[in-house]
């Protein structure tokens, strides 16, 4: 595990840093959002590198202290002459340190990998309505190694997204992704379909430092007597520009939840703390 995680994430960043010298004539709409925005848009054409370590001082139904570092790229890639729209792809792997039960003792191991493919949607023009958003699918693979952290189900559906941003420094956004098993790699596997939904409000303050709400994410186990979260986030963070090219990200967040039915262990207060790297000028 030690040795599998760096190796993807510099491969990631040797690949971003490949894309410096290419100027793409669809990377409409970017110039003047501050990256601090665009940074949490997910309709937004920015590649980065996301590190974020997701602690859990406080959980329901246990006395351990959960934890997750999640590694998430999003490259932004270009039209091309048989795919006329541009692509968002994201990928998330994560480590996941999760309760073994009520007591304090954990477990760590490999998440189930995500992958959303965002398309962005060019109509309405964006410069007039200050409007974006975007379709595409979204995927969850069992690459979990242990049953109590991933979910041993293939699962598929549709994801949406928006953005707005005509009130100045104020972008209001939203990510909707929807999942379904089809196919199951243990015999104890249960069948799952879910739906979250992620809001996401920043605000521009100034000095490349701002405001947040953006990490929480309400999840609605659609299947009988399964359950649902309603969590809720705010935090601030700082964008560090270092050149045209590259900017690095800093930012903190807690999370509390608000509401919850049918769920046995849930975070009850969670802290986020983030690194980004964020390359202004690479698409692929």
Same mark, same amino acid.
């Given at each position: 595990?030690?040795?599998?995680?760096?190796?993807?994430?510099?491969?990631?960043?040797?690949?971003?840093?490949?894309?410096?010298?290419?100027?793409?004539?669809?990377?409409?709409?970017?110039?003047?959002?501050?990256?601090?925005?665009?940074?949490?848009?997910?309709?937004?054409?920015?590649?980065?590198?996301?590190?974020?370590?997701?602690?859990?001082?406080?959980?329901?139904?246990?006395?351990?202290?959960?934890?997750?570092?999640?590694?998430?790229?999003?490259?932004?890639?270009?039209?091309?002459?048989?795919?006329?729209?541009?692509?968002?792809?994201?990928?998330?792997?994560?480590?996941?340190?999760?309760?073994?039960?009520?007591?304090?003792?954990?477990?760590?191991?490999?998440?189930?990998?995500?992958?959303?493919?965002?398309?962005?949607?060019?109509? %309405?023009?964006?410069?007039?309505?200050?409007?974006? *958003?975007? =379709?595409? +699918?979204? $995927?969850?693979?069992? !690459?979990?190694?242990?049953?109590?952290?991933?979910?041993?189900?293939?699962?598929?559906?549709?994801?949406?997204?928006?953005?707005?941003?005509?009130?100045?420094?104020?972008?209001?956004?939203?990510?909707?992704?929807?999942?379904?098993?089809?196919?199951?790699?243990?015999?104890?596997?249960?069948?799952?379909?879910?739906?979250?939904?992620?809001?996401?409000?920043?605000?521009?303050?100034?000095?490349?430092?701002?405001?947040?709400?953006?990490?929480?994410?309400?999840?609605?186990?659609?299947?009988?007597?399964?359950?649902?979260?309603? %969590?809720?986030?705010?935090?601030?963070?700082?964008? *560090?520009? =270092?050149? +045209?090219? $590259?900017?690095?990200? !800093?930012?903190?967040?807690?999370?509390?939840?608000?509401?919850?039915?049918?769920?046995?262990?849930?975070?009850?207060?969670?802290?986020?703390?983030?690194?980004?790297?964020?390359?202004?000028?690479?698409?692929?």
């Amino acid at each position: 595990m030690a040795l599998r995680l760096p190796t993807i994430g510099l491969l990631i960043v040797m690949l971003l840093l490949s894309c410096f010298a290419q100027r793409s004539a669809f990377a409409i709409f970017t110039n003047n959002e501050p990256l601090g925005e665009k940074e949490y848009d997910p309709t937004a054409s920015l590649s980065q590198l996301q590190f974020t370590d997701i602690y859990t001082p406080a959980q329901y139904g246990t006395n351990a202290q959960p934890n997750t570092l999640r590694i998430r790229p999003i490259l932004d890639i270009r039209p091309f002459w048989f795919l006329p729209l541009e692509q968002l792809v994201r990928p998330t792997f994560r480590v996941v340190t999760a309760p073994e039960g009520k007591g304090a003792s954990t477990t760590s191991g490999y998440g189930d990998m995500q992958l959303l493919d965002l398309f962005r949607i060019p109509w %309405p023009n964006a410069e007039v309505s200050a409007f974006r *958003w975007g =379709l595409g +699918p979204y $995927l969850i693979f069992p !690459t979990a190694n242990n049953d109590r952290i991933g979910q041993r189900a293939w699962q598929a559906g549709p994801a949406a997204a928006f953005s707005y941003f005509g009130i100045p420094d104020l972008n209001v956004a939203g990510l909707i992704q929807q999942a379904t098993s089809f196919a199951y790699t243990s015999p104890r596997a249960k069948p799952v379909t879910s739906l979250t939904f992620q809001p996401i409000v920043t605000y521009q303050i100034g000095y490349g430092w701002y405001l947040k709400s953006s990490d929480a994410t309400w999840t609605f186990n659609l299947r009988h007597n399964t359950s649902t979260t309603i %969590p809720i986030s705010a935090g601030f963070g700082k964008v *560090w520009s =270092l050149s +045209p090219d $590259l900017a690095i990200d !800093t930012s903190s967040s807690g999370e509390w939840t608000l509401y919850r039915q049918f769920s046995g262990q849930t975070q009850q207060f969670t802290v986020n703390f983030q690194v980004t790297l964020l390359f202004p000028r690479a698409q692929l």
